[in-house]
């Protein structure tokens, strides 16, 4: 069974999670709005992806005998300046992200649970692979956000994200 100090925290991951998921849909909700849904696709799978990660952490919860307990999630902000900032608040929220991660780490070495040090070195790796590639758009957006046919090529290659998630309707 696992300690009710380290049960606490991966609930308030999967809080994380949620919220992450949050922002991002809030996020490609913007883009939409603005034209953008090449940029908008690429963070509705991103909202995705952190749904995925809730669900690691509520899945292995469950495995260890926690009790799942789901808190209030957050509003995130509705809108951006322009594409550039909502990304560059993306890599932010992913260092952001990070430092809870290894937090998380930290309290499983300080308790001994060898088995959650073990699970949480996956989002570990996650997080390195996040970072950089929020880093790499904001770095490509700073070099072509003054052209439109930058930005215009930008959307549509971000557009090109496969979803990770579908709809009951279109899944056959
Ligand atoms: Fe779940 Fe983007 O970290």
């Known amino acids: 069974m696992i300690d009710s100090k380290m049960a606490d925290a991966l609930n308030d991951q999967i809080n994380a999670e949620l919220y992450s998921s949050y922002l991002y849909l809030a996020m490609a909700a913007d883009l939409s709005s603005k034209n953008f849904n090449g940029f908008a696709q690429w963070m509705r799978v991103q909202a995705q992806e952190e749904l995925i990660h809730a669900m690691k ?85 700073r070099m072509v956000s003054d052209s439109g046919n930058g930005m215009l090529m930008m959307d549509r290659d971000l557009g090109a994200r496969e979803p990770l998630l579908v709809a009951s309707d279109d899944a056959d």
Request: no cysteine.
């Open 57 to 141: 952490l509520y899945d292995y919860l469950i495995q260890r005998g926690g009790a799942v307990l789901l808190a209030q999630v957050d509003a995130p902000a509705t809108s951006w300046d322009n594409v550039l900032s909502a990304f560059e608040d993306a890599y932010e929220h992913e260092k952001y992200v990070t430092g809870r991660i290894n937090s998380l780490v930290d309290l499983a070495e300080e308790l001994r649970d060898h088995a959650t040090r073990s699970f949480l070195q996956w989002f570990v790796d996650e997080q390195v692979e996040e970072e950089a590639t929020a880093d790499e758009v904001v770095g490509k957006l």
